[in-house]
């Protein structure tokens, strides 16, 4: 959601028991407050997963945000954020037309923090957010999908994308690239920047480096 601060994220929950909010509130401002609130609160709900694909939560900055919307301008469809954290790009990309939008967030604390958001937005009757493993997330009708993941849970990603989604699917990528893939086109500099990705184009390519990679057949006429 733009517009949206860390502070802003804290006192939404400033009534809930101190604790760690407590000292993430005190701590505001700082990478300390990320920290605190990965370790206390949201770090939690991953302890059933797998530590190279526990991903901290880190809020998408308004750049990259409208970003990703500027890549997936003049597109329509069902649109799936994996690894939704706080749902805001669910509610921008609802904003932009697409329908439906749906967040994946394995973290119950952040699926709470996305349904708060959207229910402050007066759109929680129009976006939804599910606590569902992104492994078992059914791709098959989706066309347009957004990742802010840690490169690792990329590298294993790309797999199921490329197994489920359809040739008019578009893959759109936040903070680190798919190292496989080839984009069809980038926005920002930096830390901003974006990547996206035609699945059609990345299964051509898999299909020609196939082809380069088969022995040649030499028939012998004796």
């Known amino acids: 959601?733009?517009?949206?601060?860390e502070d802003e994220v804290l006192s939404d929950f400033k009534d809930r028991r101190l604790g760690v909010w407590g000292i993430a509130q005190i701590t505001a401002g700082s990478g300390l407050a990320v920290y605190a609130m990965w370790v206390g609160i949201l770090q939690p709900g991953f302890r059933r997963v797998p530590l190279k694909l526990q991903v901290p939560y880190l809020p998408a900055s308004k750049t990259q945000v409208r970003?990703?919307?500027t890549l997936l301008r003049g597109r329509q469809g069902t649109l799936m954020d994996l690894g939704s954290g706080d749902g805001r790009i669910v509610l921008a990309a609802h904003r932009q037309g697409f329908s439906p939008t749906i967040g994946y967030e394995l973290n119950p604390w952040l699926v709470r923090l996305s349904r708060f958001y959207a229910w402050r937005a007066g759109l929680h009757e129009e976006v939804s957010y599910r606590r569902e493993d992104l492994w078992k997330v059914d791709l098959t009708k989706c066309?347009?999908?957004?990742?802010?993941?840690?490169?690792?849970?990329?590298?294993?990603l790309q797999e199921k994308l490329q197994a489920e989604l359809p040739d008019d699917a578009l893959v759109v990528a936040g903070r680190f690239p798919f190292i496989n893939w080839t984009a069809c086109q980038e926005e920002g500099?930096?830390?901003?920047?974006v990547w996206a990705y035609s699945m059609q184009a990345q299964r051509q390519n898999a299909c020609t480096t196939q082809e380069a990679?088969?022995?040649?057949?030499?028939?012998?006429?004796l």
């Open 213 to 221: 990679h088969i022995d040649p057949v030499i028939e012998v006429v």
């Open 143 to 156: 066309k347009n999908v957004t990742v802010f993941l840690a490169p690792s849970v990329l590298t294993l």
């Open 67 to 69: 970003n990703v919307m």
């Open 189 to 193: 500099q930096g830390v901003d920047r």
């Open 1 to 5: 959601m733009e517009g949206v601060t």
